[in-house]
């Protein structure tokens, strides 16, 4: 029994077009879109000319600016979102192969600096239409309400310009979305609507999280996760196959690609694959349009508005490199701060090995999770609260390629050592953090003297730890260890210097002398220049930042309708 | 240090290649993979290549009687002639086939000053004290052109000869993972549980059993 | 790009795996010779399970009381006793169809299981012996209890109810102990009491054979009223577990709502029926068992088109089957559907084909 278009198909080879290669040839025009969810087939797409004056141009369709497009078009606007990457069909490009899927990847060239370099590439930059959310974890959290005013109730960072209850009711709506899976009740925070699909089954690597939180007297619970656990329209259940973070090939994963993007096709908006765009002009004041890198060329879209949803390293980048004679130190940056307080999330981990087979290689890399230490702000004992900010800390399931460069880069082996070592891989759990760390003006991104393959400045990356952040870090691999420990595991191991995730180099705030965007995402400078990504957070928190985003980029739709209707 | 063992007796992940495990796309780039043989080399010129096998020798050695060794040279010979980078480096660091050639004349030209030999030519011994030489940022030769020994073993020399080994089947094998999976997942995630495509571990004394649930895996 | 090829022949230089690393230490193994290597233990079990059925199918024969019970002997047959012959037979209709729910939904679960535990094999057996014994008494148009039958269908009533204490505290073992993820996900819970069902419904079915056809009995009460209330409270609580389960599916599928408001719908009636006086017409709650028979089978069907939509669909069968919506489950809906038919047969106090 064969349903055309679903799963089985996804092995059929009679649909495959031969030649057709995403990553240099576009796919999406002559009026139709790929149709992610169905194998060879595609979807009607309404297309603009360049000198016709959309409403909106949408540089970056991730999280934030794919998101963004569905709704504004959905209420009506002409939108034309750009990505620079391909425009993937997961059923058929997606193999289940490390090497392979590192095409996902933003593997331009960047420089890091700074007394903690950071790793950029897999972790963190995605390029692909539907951004990092093609090849993120899934994890779908909501900031705890006292971060929205981080400075004034807990006395760091700054505040956000937007209530929490505000965004609890746009959480709803993502979650809604994406039919987040969910456990029945959360056990963290204010009462939310019950997850539009349950947990998933949790694996031997979750368990252990579950075992170690529960030894060391603290909460667990299945991580609500954005793949579905039953079936959503074409997208079938989850497969447990583990690949998560390397592109899903079944589309049970509700990423921005099979989600938002499929939705703002049929709203009429267009998207733009293998289209950078490389600055954004401005007369009079405000921003007319963008230039884009596409089929050879450079080209020219007017545009009525501008959203830069780049991520929190292309954003900044995009706008510093986009200096003329208005703006001579880049668009918005009348306060200075376009690319400073670039923040990363801590992402240490503890790894140990046990004497059951774990094999965590199966099922979404993260199942379990704790969010003890984003509630607690005390602690006790030991572990007392020396800092501020706060953590969650999930189960992990790495692959060869990353255990075996995690065991080569952060545990130090290599030779006998890292083969003899490689083979324990089915008895080896980690828990690993994300955690929050301080806004800092010295973190930043700016412009290098490096030129990339379209002629513009690479982004430099500088990126120190304060104090603050080292004693997160303590904390975190402190009560980590103990719980890893406490679950079973022998020979635990730090793995000390790991980041992820992007925010915070656009901010928004309330204030034009200490922000640069307003709380609907507008930039204090040009009226019509929008920020809609990672960029604009204040503070990061303790969580997985994409949800956050997506209900941002709702609000700042409905924002904008509300104003321009 | 644990001994390298037969820990997943008679698995071979490559079985699996046509059963519901594995989509056409997989089949694609796992082919491509392995028609690249131990001597094939776009990029690495003739000076660099056995310098380069015997760095991948040392960082991830094989068995002497493997009959099939990967190929780990040439899958980073690959990655460089089809410039698949990592998206970011150190500003003292030059871009990664810059670095390659650069690391890798300087390694020899290290080997030539401290022993009067090339690189391949040095035993075992030899080779690993300079290659920890260079893990710890020791090596400062001329030929080095002001990039940090310690940043290139570990930023370049690391990541790619470890990523190349471990993209490959027979390492897979020797690891016991379930290599590709789409359109077949996993049903069994517990402690202790396996699906009957999943490699079987060698229990001691029960080497046999496994030997026999691994015979099974690609049906 | 390379092109999509589909299962073709592999690349030439195709590289062998494992064998490389055996060393002159590790001499390449042979499969050892065993007895049992040659027959897979599935064959095994189903081979047990075929002939513990067969040995009950034939013992069930052998113990019965010939004619019915009661002095007054076989001098003409009364217009009860086909009364309650076909509501027997229809007991054993529903204990079939039960056992065989059990019977293959075990073996899925308990396969998925791996049967990590020995005693996991239990309700295979089990469950084959009470359908052989179901199936005996659905073709036995005597009346008369068979002692065999009889002791077979307790045995699956008990054997139910140890298992549901198994499962339960295989939940509360779990990390997380009773949580809704370990109802979901550990050892179902209400899984085991089909089997109890199955037994409950076959041994009535012996006690009806026995029973007086003008006034039967049932632990001292008339049987008709007995029994609607007692398969009402069947179909509420298979009602509970479709409930859990499908709320586990987020009723993704609107479908997915029938066998939570259908089911408690026709128990509804199935009671309001037990209250009517003895003989009084029932058209509706006969429509409605019939209503929830009918559902048991169609949600097979559905049940299929769930796997179907599962990643791989039916060609990776070997996951889907035992991850998708479970196939054998939806049938023992209808198994306590007859056995509400069968106590409304003795309501209406008269036999009826549908």
């Given at each position: 029994?064969?349903i055309p278009g679903?799963?089985n198909?996804?092995d059929?080879?009679?649909?495959a077009i031969?030649?057709?290669?995403p990553?240099?040839?576009?796919?999406?025009?002559?009026?139709?879109?790929?149709?992610?969810?169905?194998i060879?087939e595609?979807?009607p797409?309404?297309q603009h000319?360049?000198?016709?004056?959309?409403?909106?141009a949408?540089v970056g369709t991730?999280a934030?600016?794919?998101?963004l497009?569905?709704?504004?078009a959905?209420?009506?606007f002409s939108?034309?979102?750009?990505?620079?990457?391909p425009y993937f069909?997961?059923l058929?490009?997606?193999?289940s192969?490390?090497s392979?899927?590192?095409?996902?990847?933003?593997?331009?060239?960047?420089?890091?600096?700074?007394e903690?370099?950071l790793?950029?590439?897999?972790n963190?930059s995605?390029?692909a239409?539907?951004?990092?959310?093609v090849?993120y974890a899934?994890?779908?959290?909501r900031f705890?309400?006292?971060?929205?005013?981080?400075?004034?109730?807990?006395?760091?960072?700054?505040d956000?310009p937007?209530?929490?209850?505000?965004m609890?009711h746009?959480y709803?709506?993502?979650?809604?979305?994406l039919?987040?899976?969910?456990?029945?009740?959360?056990?963290?925070?204010p009462?939310?609507?019950?997850y539009?699909r349950?947990?998933?089954?949790?694996n031997?690597?979750a368990?252990v999280?579950?075992?170690g939180?529960?030894?060391?007297?603290?909460?667990?619970?299945?991580?609500?996760l954005?793949?579905?656990?039953?079936?959503?329209?074409?997208?079938?259940?989850?497969?447990?196959r583990?690949?998560c973070t390397?592109?899903?090939?079944?589309?049970?994963k509700?990423s921005?690609?099979?989600s938002?993007?499929?939705?703002a096709?049929?709203?009429?908006?267009?998207?733009?694959?293998?289209a950078m765009?490389?600055r954004?002009?401005?007369?009079n004041?405000?921003a007319?349009?963008?230039?884009y890198?596409?089929e050879?060329k450079?080209?020219?879209?007017?545009?009525?508005?501008?959203?830069?949803?780049?991520?929190?390293i292309?954003?900044p980048?995009?706008?510093?490199n986009?200096?003329?004679?208005e703006?001579?130190?880049g668009?918005?940056?009348s306060?200075?701060?376009?690319?400073k307080?670039?923040?990363?999330q801590?992402?240490?981990?503890?790894?140990?090995?046990?004497d059951?087979?774990?094999?965590?290689?199966?099922?979404?890399?993260?199942?379990a999770i704790?969010?003890?230490?984003n509630?607690?702000?005390?602690?006790?004992?030991p572990?007392?609260?020396d800092?501020?900010?706060?953590?969650?800390?999930?189960?992990q399931?790495?692959?060869?390629q990353?255990?075996?460069?995690t065991q080569a880069?952060?545990?130090?082996?290599w030779?006998?050592?890292?083969?003899?070592?490689m083979?324990?891989?089915n008895?080896v759990?980690?828990l690993?953090?994300v955690?929050?760390?301080m806004p800092?003006?010295?973190?930043?991104?700016t412009?290098?003297?490096?030129?990339?393959?379209?002629?513009?400045?690479?982004?430099?990356?500088?990126?120190?730890w304060?104090?603050?952040?080292?004693?997160?870090?303590?904390?975190?691999?402190?009560?980590?260890?103990?719980?890893?420990?406490?679950a079973?595991?022998?020979?635990?191991?730090?793995?000390?210097?790991d980041t992820c995730h992007?925010?915070?180099?656009?901010r928004?705030?309330?204030?034009?002398?200490?922000?640069v965007?307003d709380?609907?995402?507008?930039?204090?400078d040009?009226?019509?220049?929008?920020v809609?990504?990672?960029?604009?957070?204040p503070?990061?928190?303790?969580?997985n930042?994409?949800?956050t985003i997506?209900?941002?980029?709702?609000?700042?739709?409905?924002?904008?309708?509300?104003?321009?209707? | 240090?644990?001994?390298?063992?037969d820990l997943?007796?008679?698995y071979?992940v490559l079985?699996?290649?046509?059963s519901?495990?594995?989509n056409?796309k997989t089949?694609a780039?796992?082919?491509?993979?392995l028609?690249i043989?131990p001597e094939?080399?776009?990029?690495?010129?003739?000076?660099e290549?056995?310098t380069?096998?015997?760095?991948?020798?040392?960082?991830?050695?094989?068995?002497?009687d493997r009959a099939?060794?990967?190929?780990?040279?040439?899958?980073?010979?690959h990655?460089?002639a089809?410039?698949?980078?990592?998206g970011?480096r150190?500003?003292?660091?030059p871009?990664e086939?810059?670095?390659?050639?650069?690391?890798?004349t300087?390694?020899?030209?290290e080997a030539?000053?401290?022993?009067g030999a090339?690189?391949?030519e040095l035993?075992t011994?030899?080779?690993?004290?300079?290659?920890?030489?260079?893990e710890?940022?020791e090596?400062?030769?001329?030929?080095?052109?002001?990039?940090?020994s310690?940043l290139?073993?570990?930023k370049?020399?690391l990541?790619?000869?470890?990523?190349a080994y471990?993209?490959?089947?027979?390492?897979?094998n020797e690891?016991?993972?379930?290599?590709?999976?789409?359109?077949?997942?996993?049903?069994?995630?517990?402690?202790d549980?396996?699906?009957p495509?999943e490699?079987?571990?060698?229990?001691?004394?029960?080497?046999?059993?496994?030997?026999?649930?691994?015979l099974?895996?690609?049906? | 790009m390379?092109t999509?090829?589909?299962r073709g022949?592999?690349?030439?230089?195709?590289?062998?795996?494992a064998?490389?690393?055996?060393?002159?230490?590790?001499?390449?193994?042979?499969?050892?010779v065993?007895a049992?290597?040659?027959v897979?233990?599935?064959?095994?079990?189903?081979?047990?399970a075929?002939?513990?059925?067969?040995?009950?199918w034939?013992?069930s024969?052998?113990?019965?009381r010939?004619g019915p019970?009661g002095?007054?002997?076989r001098?003409?047959?009364?217009r009860?006793?086909?009364?309650?012959?076909?509501?027997?037979?229809?007991?054993?209709?529903a204990s079939?169809?039960l056992a065989?729910?059990?019977?293959?939904?075990s073996?899925l679960?308990?396969y998925?299981?791996?049967f990590?535990?020995?005693?996991?094999y239990?309700?295979i057996?089990v469950?084959s012996?009470?359908?052989a014994a179901?199936?005996?008494?659905?073709?036995?148009?005597?009346?008369g209890?068979?002692?065999?039958?009889h002791?077979?269908?307790?045995l699956a009533?008990?054997?139910g109810?140890i298992g549901?204490g198994?499962?339960a505290?295989n939940?509360?073992?779990?990390?997380?102990g009773y949580s809704?993820?370990?109802?979901?996900?550990?050892?179902?819970?209400?899984?085991p009491?089909?089997?109890?069902?199955?037994?409950i419904?076959?041994?009535?079915?012996e006690?009806?054979?026995?029973?007086?056809?003008d006034a039967?009995r049932?632990?001292?009460?008339?049987?008709?009223?007995a029994?609607a209330l007692?398969?009402?409270?069947?179909?509420?609580?298979?009602?509970?577990?479709?409930?859990?389960l499908h709320?586990r599916?987020?009723?993704?599928?609107?479908?997915?709502y029938?066998?939570?408001?259908?089911?408690?719908?026709?128990?509804?009636?199935?009671?309001?029926?037990?209250?009517?006086?003895a003989?009084?017409?029932?058209a509706?709650?006969?429509?409605?068992?019939?209503a929830v028979?009918?559902?048991?089978?169609?949600g097979?069907?559905f049940h299929a088109y769930?796997?179907?939509?599962?990643?791989?669909?039916?060609?990776n069968?070997?996951?889907?089957?035992?991850?998708?919506?479970?196939?054998?489950?939806?049938?023992?809906?209808?198994?306590?559907?007859?056995g509400?038919?069968?106590?409304?047969?003795?309501?209406e106090h008269?036999?009826?084909?549908?």
């Amino acid at each position: 029994m064969r349903i055309p278009g679903l799963g089985n198909a996804a092995d059929n080879p009679k649909h495959a077009i031969p030649g057709n290669d995403p990553e240099h040839q576009p796919r999406a025009r002559d009026g139709r879109a790929p149709n992610v969810m169905r194998i060879g087939e595609w979807v009607p797409m309404r297309q603009h000319r360049d000198d016709e004056e959309v409403d909106f141009a949408i540089v970056g369709t991730g999280a934030g600016g794919g998101t963004l497009a569905c709704r504004l078009a959905e209420r009506g606007f002409s939108v034309v979102a750009f990505d620079a990457g391909p425009y993937f069909r997961p059923l058929e490009d997606f193999a289940s192969d490390e090497s392979h899927q590192s095409k996902l990847y933003w593997t331009d060239e960047r420089i890091v600096d700074g007394e903690n370099p950071l790793q950029m590439g897999s972790n963190n930059s995605g390029k692909a239409v539907g951004g990092s959310t093609v090849h993120y974890a899934m994890v779908a959290l909501r900031f705890r309400p006292e971060w929205f005013k981080a400075r004034t109730l807990m006395g760091y960072g700054a505040d956000w310009p937007i209530d929490w209850r505000e965004m609890w009711h746009y959480y709803d709506q993502v979650e809604d979305d994406l039919k987040i899976s969910g456990p029945v009740s959360y056990p963290w925070g204010p009462h939310r609507r019950r997850y539009h699909r349950r947990a998933h089954e949790i694996n031997a690597a979750a368990k252990v999280l579950a075992r170690g939180a529960e030894a060391m007297g603290i909460g667990w619970t299945p991580t609500p996760l954005a793949t579905v656990s039953a079936p959503h329209g074409d997208a079938p259940p989850c497969v447990y196959r583990g690949f998560c973070t390397l592109g899903c090939s079944t589309n049970a994963k509700q990423s921005v690609l099979v989600s938002y993007l499929p939705r703002a096709l049929k709203a009429g908006a267009e998207i733009r694959d293998l289209a950078m765009v490389g600055r954004i002009e401005t007369k009079n004041g405000r921003a007319s349009g963008v230039h884009y890198f596409r089929e050879g060329k450079w080209r020219f879209q007017r545009a009525k508005n501008v959203v830069v949803a780049g991520y929190a390293i292309e954003t900044p980048r995009l706008l510093l490199n986009s200096a003329n004679q208005e703006f001579p130190d880049g668009l918005a940056n009348s306060s200075g701060l376009v690319g400073k307080n670039l923040m990363v999330q801590g992402n240490q981990a503890v790894w140990g090995v046990f004497d059951e087979e774990i094999r965590s290689y199966k099922g979404p890399p993260s199942l379990a999770i704790s969010e003890h230490w984003n509630y607690d702000d005390r602690g006790h004992g030991p572990f007392a609260k020396d800092f501020f900010g706060g953590y969650s800390y999930m189960s992990q399931g790495p692959l060869p390629q990353l255990w075996a460069n995690t065991q080569a880069s952060a545990h130090g082996l290599w030779g006998e050592a890292l083969v003899a070592e490689m083979q324990r891989y089915n008895h080896v759990a980690g828990l690993k953090v994300v955690s929050e760390y301080m806004p800092q003006e010295r973190n930043r991104v700016t412009l290098s003297d490096v030129k990339d393959q379209y002629g513009l400045p690479v982004a430099r990356i500088t990126y120190s730890w304060c104090d603050n952040d080292k004693a997160l870090n303590r904390h975190a691999l402190k009560f980590l260890r103990e719980a890893l420990v406490a679950a079973g595991g022998r020979e635990v191991w730090d793995q000390g210097d790991d980041t992820c995730h992007l925010n915070g180099t656009a901010r928004m705030g309330a204030d034009p002398r200490t922000s640069v965007v307003d709380a609907d995402c507008r930039s204090w400078d040009i009226p019509n220049l929008y920020v809609c990504d990672g960029s604009v957070f204040p503070t990061v928190g303790g969580v997985n930042p994409s949800l956050t985003i997506q209900a941002i980029a709702l609000r700042t739709a409905d924002r904008i309708s509300s104003r321009e209707r | 240090m644990l001994p390298r063992r037969d820990l997943y007796p008679g698995y071979d992940v490559l079985a699996k290649r046509d059963s519901p495990s594995w989509n056409a796309k997989t089949r694609a780039v796992l082919d491509e993979r392995l028609r690249i043989g131990p001597e094939t080399r776009r990029f690495f010129d003739e000076a660099e290549w056995p310098t380069i096998k015997a760095i991948a020798d040392r960082i991830v050695p094989q068995p002497v009687d493997r009959a099939d060794p990967v190929p780990v040279a040439a899958l980073v010979d690959h990655k460089l002639a089809t410039d698949t980078r990592d998206g970011y480096r150190n500003p003292e660091l030059p871009e990664e086939r810059e670095a390659w050639r650069l690391g890798l004349t300087a390694l020899d030209a290290e080997a030539q000053a401290r022993f009067g030999a090339r690189f391949h030519e040095l035993g075992t011994w030899a080779q690993d004290a300079l290659l920890k030489s260079a893990e710890v940022g020791e090596l400062t030769d001329a030929a080095w052109a002001g990039m940090p020994s310690n940043l290139f073993f570990h930023k370049r020399v690391l990541p790619d000869v470890v990523k190349a080994y471990y993209a490959h089947p027979t390492a897979w094998n020797e690891i016991g993972w379930g290599g590709p999976a789409s359109p077949r997942g996993y049903v069994r995630m517990d402690f202790d549980r396996r699906d009957p495509w999943e490699a079987a571990e060698a229990k001691p004394g029960r080497e046999d059993e496994a030997y026999e649930d691994n015979l099974l895996v690609g049906r | 790009m390379p092109t999509l090829s589909d299962r073709g022949p592999r690349p030439p230089e195709r590289h062998r795996g494992a064998q490389g690393l055996s060393g002159p230490a590790l001499k390449r193994r042979v499969a050892p010779v065993r007895a049992e290597a040659a027959v897979h233990p599935v064959v095994v079990l189903a081979a047990a399970a075929i002939g513990a059925g067969l040995l009950t199918w034939f013992a069930s024969g052998r113990s019965k009381r010939l004619g019915p019970a009661g002095s007054e002997g076989r001098r003409y047959a009364r217009r009860g006793s086909a009364v309650t012959a076909s509501a027997a037979q229809r007991l054993n209709h529903a204990s079939t169809m039960l056992a065989a729910s059990v019977l293959f939904d075990s073996g899925l679960e308990h396969y998925r299981g791996q049967f990590f535990n020995r005693a996991m094999y239990t309700p295979i057996i089990v469950s084959s012996v009470t359908l052989a014994a179901s199936l005996h008494g659905a073709g036995d148009t005597d009346p008369g209890s068979s002692r065999v039958r009889h002791g077979v269908q307790a045995l699956a009533g008990l054997t139910g109810l140890i298992g549901f204490g198994f499962h339960a505290y295989n939940v509360g073992k779990r990390e997380g102990g009773y949580s809704f993820q370990n109802l979901f996900y550990s050892a179902p819970i209400g899984a085991p009491m089909a089997l109890t069902l199955a037994g409950i419904l076959g041994v009535i079915a012996e006690h009806v054979r026995d029973a007086d056809p003008d006034a039967p009995r049932l632990v001292g009460l008339p049987a008709g009223p007995a029994l609607a209330l007692a398969t009402a409270g069947m179909l509420a609580g298979t009602t509970l577990e479709a409930g859990l389960l499908h709320f586990r599916g987020a009723f993704q599928n609107p479908a997915m709502y029938i066998p939570v408001s259908l089911p408690p719908l026709a128990a509804a009636l199935l009671a309001r029926a037990a209250a009517k006086p003895a003989g009084a017409n029932q058209a509706g709650a006969k429509w409605g068992m019939w209503a929830v028979s009918a559902m048991g089978v169609g949600g097979v069907a559905f049940h299929a088109y769930g796997v179907a939509r599962m990643m791989g669909g039916w060609d990776n069968w070997r996951q889907n089957l035992i991850d998708g919506p479970p196939l054998p489950a939806p049938p023992s809906f209808s198994g306590v559907a007859l056995g509400g038919l069968a106590a409304l047969e003795l309501l209406e106090h008269r036999p009826f084909r549908f």
